[in-house]
Each structure stands twice: as structure tokens, then as C-alpha cells.
Nanobody
Framework: VQLVESGGGLVQPGGSLRLSCAAS????????MSWHRQAPGKERELVAR????????DYADSVKGRFSISRDNANNTVYLQMNSLKPEDTAVYFC???????WGQGTQVTVSS
């Protein structure tokens, strides 16, 4: 099983980033997928989740209206579009097959001027 995140980096406040997570080794379409983040000195928190089938979504209050999660079951990929980024969004972002032990290695997102 592999979950490989990409798309992190350094962005100015108000900017955008799109994270991708490529999955392999399990039946991707059978799992809800989620993005979590962990800032230094803080606990890991759920950012967004997308269910399958159906594609319904859930978001943390702190990112509602700014972040959007989506998935492509044909290509075993889940995305996180992050707009209007704030310094408090700085964290390592992790991809997760929800309610499983499958986690990605994380990608750093830094929002700073």
C-alpha cells in the first residue's frame, strides 16, 4: 500500500496550492479519503474528507469556503485545492484512507510572506 502526496511548498498569504495524493495497493474506490494536517507542537487534525461512492464531503470549520477536496477513482488520486491560504494553514499535510492504517508520508505547506 502506498499513498504519495505532492504539491506542497511555500506560498504567500492569499495564495493557492493544490495537493495530490496518488494511491496504490488497495481498492481506492472503496475507501473514504481524507486530508489531515499537523503543525509544529499541535495534534494532527482532520482537514477534509470525501466519501465513496457518492462523493459527499466534510470540512473542518477552519477551512470551509477556502479548501475543496475531490477524487478521481479512475486514477486512484485524491486532491486538496487550497485557496486564500493563511499563515495558520502552515503544516505538514497527510493523505489518509479513512478508518484504515494507510497514511502518506506528508507534504509541507508553508504560508509566509
Amino acid at each position: 500500500v502506498q499513498l504519495v502526496e505532492s504539491g506542497g511548498g511555500l506560498v504567500q498569504p492569499g495564495g493557492s496550492l493544490r495537493l495530490s495524493c496518488a494511491a496504490s495497493g488497495f481498492t481506492f474506490s472503496s475507501y473514504a479519503m481524507s486530508w489531515h494536517r499537523q503543525a509544529p507542537g499541535k495534534e494532527r487534525e482532520l482537514v477534509a474528507r470525501i466519501w465513496s461512492p457518492g462523493g459527499s464531503t466534510d470540512y473542518a470549520d477552519s477551512v470551509k469556503g477556502r479548501f475543496s477536496i475531490s477524487r478521481d477513482n479512475a486514477n486512484n488520486t485524491v486532491y486538496l485545492q487550497m485557496n486564500s491560504l493563511k499563515p495558520e494553514d502552515t503544516a505538514v499535510y497527510f493523505c489518509h484512507a479513512f478508518m484504515s492504517s494507510y497514511w502518506g508520508q506528508g507534504t509541507q505547506v508553508t504560508v509566509s510572506s
